[in-house]
């Protein structure tokens, strides 16, 4: 059962829109009085014409009169004109067309008129010239006028009976024959005409369904839109405010890992920091994927060598199927390939990644083959495959296979996401076959380089800065949460940097305001990218970083996961940390600052 606020379409058969029938009516009006201006004209030639003839053969002054009497019907055209003046014409279609109806009711009776005054007894040729004239105007008439009805009756049959009653009444045997062609014609001319009628009347009204079928449409695809549109907003606000307090937790914990260090104690604290990371890097996945959106990920191809890309990943993903007791092999390969060595090895490192989650026994096999002038980058494992109704999905966000209980140890969902993202950046072409219960293999197509490169500098995930240089000696943070601002403070400070965390843009300028009254101004600027009451942070560090004599560098702190303000923080060229980081992260971006 439905109700009144389903939001559904029937589109085998389109439900009938109040007004329908009425806008039907409208047009075959609107139709017919199109028509009429230049019938009207054609009509009182014709009638000139006809008299003409007669006059200059017969000199009956019936005949002026009879012309006399249509010129005076052709006096009624404003009544018809006035259809074009009047601004609610379509709401009144039933009023014009009884008008229509009866003009050229006058009209046409005029017309009956003219057998019984013009039909000579004994000139054949004018009496064959007005049967022409009669016909023809039925004829052509009733078709031109055949989207209204009514008006096809009251266009020909007063005429035609007007002109077989003459006949029938004046004439011998042979002119009652033609009196009763006349009728038969009549009957046949209606016939075709109120089948011209029902057929603009079919063609207006699966018009007017198909108009109301492209209307229910375009409403569901907006609504599907505006529900596109807030699920994302819903997501991109829930990411945000979920990253603020795991990124208060993720520094909180970088300072107890430092001051509990070599105490009983700092298992726990590292047990607690790979918690907050696993949490991070599944944010971090999330953002990954709107950044690709964005557009605000550029890439750089270069060539290098397979083998260096190979290493790479092997460093990054040996060890973990080692844990899950699987083989991993990467070939050596002598190719070298044109691509952004970063962008790839995240995107291959992805499909690594989905393999090994998979796979239950045997092991993962990765190697490059020379086909043309592409490189075929091919990964095989002998997990559990993928069906084949499945994989027109398997590039969808948050779509696993096996896995209907949101398990989170194998991801969220987004591995593959990504990769075809990357894929579509990069100008690489994926192609995937798999056997269900056997393994699955997935192929990259890239372009092949000339040999010998030199490796291109790649680093692992693994990787950590070994010391960070310089860092700034004195840092204001603006940022409207309290537990973020503390995190920051309680970090810098364990680390010897002079740290005030501040809530608002007023109370920013006045501490920067006292710092440089005091001589001891500061070095860098902290700024969170959403900040109280709607105000935006990036405006907002713009502002602050020109008010001393020397630009305050800025870091731009942000959990933001709209496409759309990832690509303003992309064009504003400020150097950007995407929450939740890692304290070596945050220190890491700040000595980056001063570099």
Request: aromatic share 6%; glycine share 8%.
């Amino acid at each position: 059962m439905t109700t009144p606020n389903d939001a559904s379409i029937d589109l085998a058969r389109p439900s009938a829109r109040p007004g329908r029938d009425s806008r039907v009516e409208a047009a075959q009006v609107a139709t017919l009085y199109r028509t009429l201006p230049g019938a009207t004209l054609t009509g009182t030639l014709l009638a000139v014409i006809v008299a003409g003839c007669y006059y200059v053969y017969l000199g009956s002054h019936a005949i002026l009169l009879w012309l006399a009497l249509h010129l005076a019907g052709k006096l009624r055209y404003p009544v018809i004109a006035a259809y074009f003046k009047d601004p609610r014409a379509a709401e009144r279609s039933g009023h014009w067309a009884r008008v229509a109806t009866r003009e050229l009711l006058l009209t046409s009776s005029i017309w009956g008129l003219a057998p019984w005054l013009l039909l000579p007894e004994s000139n054949e040729p004018l009496a064959a010239l007005l049967m022409l004239v009669l016909l023809s105007l039925a004829s052509a008439g009733m078709l031109s006028v055949a989207s209204v009805r009514s008006v096809i009756f009251a266009h020909a049959i007063p005429m035609i009976a007007g002109l077989a009653g003459a006949l029938a009444w004046n004439g011998s045997g042979l002119e009652v024959v033609l009196a009763g062609c006349c009728v038969l014609y009549l009957g046949v001319t209606l016939y075709f005409a109120l089948k011209q009628h029902d057929l603009i009347t079919s063609a207006l009204e699966e018009r007017y369904a198909k108009e109301d079928l492209a209307g229910q449409l375009a409403e569901q695809v907006a609504i599907a839109r505006r529900a596109s549109e807030e699920k994302s907003r819903f997501f991109a606000s829930a990411s945000h405010d979920l990253r603020q307090p795991l990124h208060a937790i993720a520094l909180f914990g970088a300072v107890l890992d430092k001051d509990l260090k070599g105490t009983s104690h700092h298992t726990n604290t590292g047990r607690l920091m790979r918690a907050v990371e696993a949490l991070g890097m599944s944010l971090d996945t999330m953002l990954d994927v709107s950044r690709l959106d964005a557009g605000v990920i550029a890439s750089e191809p270069q060539s290098f060598p397979v083998n260096s890309l190979f290493q790479s990943l092997y460093v990054v993903f040996s060890k973990r199927a080692e844990e899950k007791g699987l083989h991993l092999r990467l070939r050596a390969s002598p190719l070298s390939i044109r691509s952004d060595p970063d962008l790839l090895q995240r995107l291959l490192g992805n499909i690594i990644e989905n393999a090994i989650k998979y796979t239950n026994a045997g092991g993962i096999f990765v190697v490059a083959r020379s086909r043309g002038p592409s490189v075929w980058i091919e990964c095989y494992d002998s997990g559990i495959g993928i069906p084949s109704e499945h994989l027109p999905r398997i590039f969808d966000e948050f779509y696993q296979v096996g896995n209907p209980a949101r398990d989170r140890t194998r991801g969220l969902g987004i591995g593959l996401a990504i990769v075809r993202r990357l894929a579509d950046l990069l100008g690489h072409c994926i192609e995937v076959t798999t056997e269900p219960g056997r393994g699955t293999r997935f192929r990259v197509i890239v372009p092949e380089s000339e040999p010998n490169v030199r490796p291109a500098p790649t680093r692992t995930v693994d990787e950590r800065p070994t010391q960070l240089v310089d860092l700034p000696r004195r840092v204001i943070v603006l940022d409207d949460e309290a537990a973020v601002g503390d995190a920051v403070v309680a970090l810098l400070q364990a680390h010897g940097v002079e740290t005030q965390a501040v809530r608002t843009e007023h109370d920013a300028n006045l501490a920067l305001d006292l710092a440089h009254q005091s001589g001891r101004p500061y070095d860098a600027l902290m700024c969170d990218f959403r900040l109280a009451d709607g105000l935006d942070g990036l405006d907002a560090a713009l502002r602050l970083r020109s008010r001393g004599p020397v630009p305050l560098p800025v870091l731009l702190v942000t959990g933001e996961t709209s496409p759309e303000r990832l690509q303003r923080v992309h064009e504003s060229g400020m150097s950007v940390l995407f929450k939740p980081a890692t304290g070596p992260a945050l220190l890491q971006a700040l000595a980056g600052l001063r570099a």
